[in-house]
Every structure is written in C-alpha cells, then in structure tokens.
DNA sequence: TATAATTCAATTGTACTCAATCGATTGGAC
DNA sequence: GTCCAATCGATTGAGTACAATTGAATTATA
C-alpha cells in the first residue's frame, strides 16, 4: 500500500462508524411509514406522540429535551398535530414564556389505534433480542456518553 | 400493572429501539458539523465525497445504491457540489440517460483537507473499540439484513 | 426598583429526505 | 422497424433538522 492509499485509509465509507448509523436510521424510519400513514403520523410526530401519552401537559422545552430536538423542530411539528386535532397548545399561567402541550380525546384514543406498531415493526427488524438488546444498550451510551446533545 | 397500562407498554420511548438509534444518528452527525464547516461540505456531502474519492466517474444510480438516498435527494446534493466546484456532472455517451459524476482537481485536492477528519471524530465518540465494533457488526446486519432500503 | 442577563418559543434560511410523478431514453417483443 | 415496458435523473411538495436570530417574559443584580 503507497502512503497516500495509507493516508486515505480512514476515509473509506466502509470504515465509518456514522454511516451505518444514519443509513439504518433512515432505513428504520421507513419501515415505520406504512404502519403510521394509517394513523395519519409522521415518524416524528409518532415519538412526540409517545411523550404525550406518558407525560401530558409538557412543555415544549421539555419535550425537545425527551426527543433531543429544539423549537425550530417542534413548533411545525405541534402546529401540524394541533391542526390535526391530536393536541391543544396554550401558554402556562405561571410563565407566559412556556408553552404547554395537551392531549384531546383524540389525541388520547390514537394511543390505542398505535398500541400494535411497535409490535408489527419488531416483525420488520431482522435482529436476534441479544443482538437489540446490545444494540440498545451500545446506543443509549453512545447518546449519554460524552454529554447530552453535543460535544 | 392494569390491562391497558400493559397494552400501552410497547408505546414508551424508552423501549423503543428506533428512537436512540434516530437520535444517535443525528446526534453523530452534529460532531462532524465544525470539522466538516472547515472544508465546507455538510454530512451528505461528505459521505458522498466518500464514495467519489473511491471510486470516480460514478452514475447517479451507483451513487444512490451506495448511500441508500434517490436522485430526489442526491440530484440538489450533486449540483451544490457542482456548483462549489468539487466535481462535473455529465450525461454518459453510451446511455444518455445515465448521467455521471466526476470529480474536479480541487474535489481530488479536498481528499487531503478532509483525511484528518476520521481521527478528530473518533475523539469525540465514547465507545470502546470493542463496542464499535458490535455496534458497526450489528448495523450492518441490520442495514442488509432482509433487504436493501425498505421492507 | 431600574436594568441587565437569561430563558423560552417562534421565526428565518439552508439543507436534506422521501414519495410520487414526469419526460427522455433505451432495450425487448413482435 | 414499431410499440411496450423498463430505466434513469429531474422535479415537486410535504416534512423535518438545525444554526442563528428575534422578541417577549422572567429573574438576577446593582
């Protein structure tokens, strides 16, 4: 191998850790599609979705922390569901800054209309439980590692 | 645990897989942005630099089916890159459908600026060598697992 | 208590992602 | 040789992501 070809080594795709990374994000996210068009969701609506059905009346600062995206991210996205009837938004009493994300009744009974995609996704993914579960596990350090967003 | 808590116990975040995986991928990519801002070229670009400083004189499709992205999405990519003078895009001879991608002297000179990059992240990602490699091994299967983009 | 710093969501602008469609080109069947 | 299906890239439109800025509200400070 000359020392250029050496140099160049790290730069093959097939060397990087982040590709496979973000190919089998997106790849993931589109298995989900068919499963969420049926209730009118996105991918990312559908995990928003999923903090409100544990944790309603959140603000949006908390929400972002929960699913590591900001304001510029969320207000379109709760905009589009408040629209879609799922949520109401409405500003805190105690700090007119926050806002605040509530369910409606719809909101609320889409959780039963989702309760079976996780299920029908986990048909869809090729991965032994010891195989997800180091996944999982390599992951959340890998997204607690260091700090929580960046650097 | 009542009966719908239980029903409901798939739809938490936190036992999702999709969801590091999602947050991960993106949260990767932010670490590339400062190193990446220096040769300007945005992640995309990069990874598509990639596969060009391998292999040369590539067709849209050859390109896509290495990144996993379509010409929606790479057709703006390859003409920012164009038009940064990185690389010419021209129709093939023999198929006048098949247009090709072929880098310029300053998109062969970028190599260079950019062979560092794969060691200043390493030092920003967490992991312990034998982590990195479960985690690139089990991607992988993943990504090529029952297919190649969907389904 | 004025004012300065901070917090919060919204906005703006750039850049993807992807489904769906289109139009041109090509290769195959007859 | 002429339709016919397939292939290829471009386009369109919706929906994120995210850096950077703005403006209102709140808190801390002098």
Redesign the pocket.
Known sequence: MSMSEARYEGLRLEHQLCFPL?ACS??V??KY?PFLDAINL????YITMMVLWEEDCI??????NRL??????????????EAKGFLR?YR?Q???????VQLTEEGLALREAAADVPAQIAGCIALSPEEAQALYGILYKLLLGSDTT?E
Do not use: A, N, W
């Not at 603000?59 to 972002?64: A, I, M, T």
């Not at 590591?68 to 569901?81: A, H, I, Q």
């Not at 105690?94 to 605040?100: A, H």
């Open positions: 973000y997106r790849m996210i589109k599609r996105t991918y990312t609506q603000s949006v600062r908390d929400l972002g590591f995206l900001d304001s510029g991210t969320l207000t379109p996205l709760l905009k589009s569901l938004r805190s105690e700090d007119e800054r926050v806002l605040l960046d």
